[in-house]
């Protein structure tokens, strides 16, 4: 069984940072894409980021400039560090990632439980 678990996520006013975090534990015989989505009230999910293993990453033009998501493989864990926080990036969070249990077994898509973020003065 594959778990990813977020942590980081609070309240911050705008203007202010935050750094999120995503471990992958479990049955895990390699990680490929990791990535961030997000989810406003009454909004459908977006995609936020996306690193590779190898490190490239891509960004929703919302968040360009503001958000940089980066891994450490070691870890099973990928971070996103969110700076010049607006209201507008109030939702939950979350991780996701494709991954092999074993050698054999192909790519399955994982979700973590999501934590909010939420700007505020």
């Known amino acids: 069984q594959v778990q990813l678990v977020e942590s980081g996520g609070g309240l911050v006013q705008p203007g202010g940072s935050l750094r999120l975090s995503c471990a992958a534990s479990?049955?895990?015989?390699?990680?490929?894409?990791m990535g961030w989505y997000r989810q406003a009230p009454g909004k459908q999910r977006e995609w936020v980021a996306t690193i590779t293993r190898g490190g490239g990453t891509n960004y929703a033009d919302s968040v360009k400039g503001r958000f940089t998501i980066s891994r450490d493989n070691a870890k099973n864990t990928v971070y996103l560090q969110m700076n010049t926080l607006k209201p507008e990036d109030t939702a939950v969070y979350y991780c996701?990632?494709?991954?092999?249990?074993?050698?054999?077994?192909?790519?399955?898509?994982?979700w973590g439980q999501g934590t909010q973020v939420t700007v505020s003065s």
């Open positions: 996701n990632a494709n991954i092999k249990r074993t050698i054999v077994t192909p790519l399955d898509n994982y």
């Open positions: 479990g049955s895990i015989f390699s990680i490929d894409d």
